[in-house]
């Protein structure tokens, strides 16, 4: 691993997700590396897809999006299968899966996310939301689960939930955002609900209705949420502080996007300065306390990821 491809992973993460970055700083240095690159990958598949420069331009209509996708599965394919990789994002997805162990199955399945994105995919139902949100975020809990070293079913279920979790976030911060180039994560069923028409549910007229389908996500993140929390009891200490630090900052990002109600898209959510040392100070006592106290049992109604098997 070159000092090149690591200087470019921290660049990325530093422009793309301030939160990451400030949770990836409480990872013992080696896991860091780790999950610096797999972020790296993960940003440009995004970004590739999407027309976006570090996640933060909002997504352009691409009209070769397809096309982009069909080079990401290629380019993953062959990163995984150990070929010689030029470009960062993929050298450094090929160094985390060499060093972790992770089967291509699992960053494949992160780019059938994007696949939906490409191909216009709605989603009917809850259900069918929480399989994208396992697809963009759930899988890559899992990989980072085995980037902290664990592999276990139960606690893959519970890293599964926490991706979940934030993803639900994203789309309940993001739904103007991203209805403005033409997605919609929300379920049509919640959308009939309300008496909001699948195009322009998102007007101003409709903020309030919104609001409340806003507050309905964030309602439905909080279990994977606590799901998550139960998971930290098997991840090394300094692990389990930096999960605990993102669990944290996310989930606070959610309640803010709750608490403003129609005001909530009036600029992007975000958690400042202050609020993170505070729960990055909480943060470290849900690691400590995670050492000796027993964790809840996983929910059964959570959605239940499909089964990887891991090398």
Known sequence: MTTALLEHAYRSIDVG????????????????????LLYAW??????????????????????????????LYARTRQACAGEPMAEPAFAALQAVANAHGIPVELPLA??????????????RTFDDTLQY????????????????G????????????LGIAFQLTNIARDIVDDAAVGR???????LDARGLPRRGFDAPPHRGALAV?????????????????????ALPLRSAWAVGAAHGVYREIGLRVRAQGTHAWDRRVTTSGAAKLRLLARATGMALRSRWQAAAPRPAQLWQRPSVAFA
Do not use: K, N
Not at 110 to 123: E, K, P
Not at 151 to 159: G, K, N
Not at 215 to 227: C, G, K, N, V
């Open 17 to 36: 997700s301030r939160s990451f970055a400030t949770a990836s700083r409480l990872f013992a240095p080696a896991t860091r590396r780790s999950a610096v």
């Open 133 to 148: 949100c396992y697809h963009v975020a759930g899988v890559v809990g899992l990989m980072m689960a085995r980037v902290m």
């Open 184 to 190: 919609c994560y929300l379920p049509e069923s919640w």
């Open 42 to 71: 993960c940003r440009h598949c995004d970004d590739v897809v999407d027309g976006q420069q570090h996640g933060f331009a909002a997504p352009a209509p691409v009209a070769d999006g397809d096309d982009r996708l069909r080079r």
């Open 150 to 161: 664990v592999d276990d079913e139960a606690t893959l279920d519970r890293a599964c939930d």
């Open 213 to 233: 389908l806003a507050a309905q996500l964030i309602d439905a993140a909080e279990p994977y949420y606590a799901s998550a929390h139960g998971g930290l009891a």
């Open 110 to 123: 992160h780019l059938d996310g994007f696949a939906m994105d490409t191909a216009g995919h709605r989603y």
